[in-house]
C-alpha cells in the first residue's frame, strides 16, 4: 500500500512538471494582432531614417562608408534621395542589385513597403 502511495504521488508530479513545460514560438505566445504597417504618415525623418539607422548605416554612415559601405553613404537626405532607386532594388533584394542588408535577411515588408511610399511620394524632404 505504501509502495502504491509513493508511485502514485511520483506519477503525479511527473505528471504536473511535464504540464508545465512547453515550447511555444515567439510569434506565438507575443502576436502583432493589431500591429499595423503605416504607408500613410510615412516621412523621411520619421520613418526613412529609422529604417535607414537600424538597417544602413553601420555600413553606410559618413565616418563607415569608406571602410565597409563601398563608400556609399546614406546619412543624409541628398545621399538617400541621389540613390532611392537602388536602395530599393538593394533592399528588395532585386536581380542586378546587391542585396542589402549585406550579409544579413531581407527586411521586413514593412520597412519597405514604406520606402516605396515615400519614393512614389515625390521623396519629399519632411
Known amino acids: 500500500m505504501k509502495i502504491s502511495r ?11 512538471i511535464l504540464n508545465s513545460c512547453y515550447y511555444d514560438s515567439e510569434e506565438a ?3 502583432s494582432v ?4 503605416d504607408t500613410v504618415n510615412v516621412t523621411f525623418s520619421g520613418t526613412v531614417t529609422g529604417m535607414l539607422a537600424n538597417s544602413c548605416l553601420s555600413c553606410h554612415s ?5 571602410a565597409s559601405g563601398n563608400g556609399i553613404r546614406l546619412q543624409d537626405y541628398a545621399d538617400v534621395k541621389a540613390r532611392a532607386t537602388s536602395i530599393a532594388g538593394a533592399i528588395k533584394h532585386s536581380g542586378g542589385y546587391s542585396p542589402m542588408p549585406k550579409n544579413g535577411g531581407q527586411l521586413k515588408a514593412c520597412p ?3 520606402f516605396d511610399v515615400w519614393i512614389k511620394n515625390g521623396m519629399p524632404n519632411n
Open 6 to 16: 509513493i508511485t502514485g504521488l511520483l506519477a503525479f508530479q511527473m505528471v504536473l
Open 29 to 31: 505566445l507575443y502576436p
Open 34 to 37: 493589431g500591429l499595423q504597417c
Open 62 to 66: 559618413n565616418t563607415t562608408a569608406a
Open 112 to 114: 519597405i513597403s514604406q
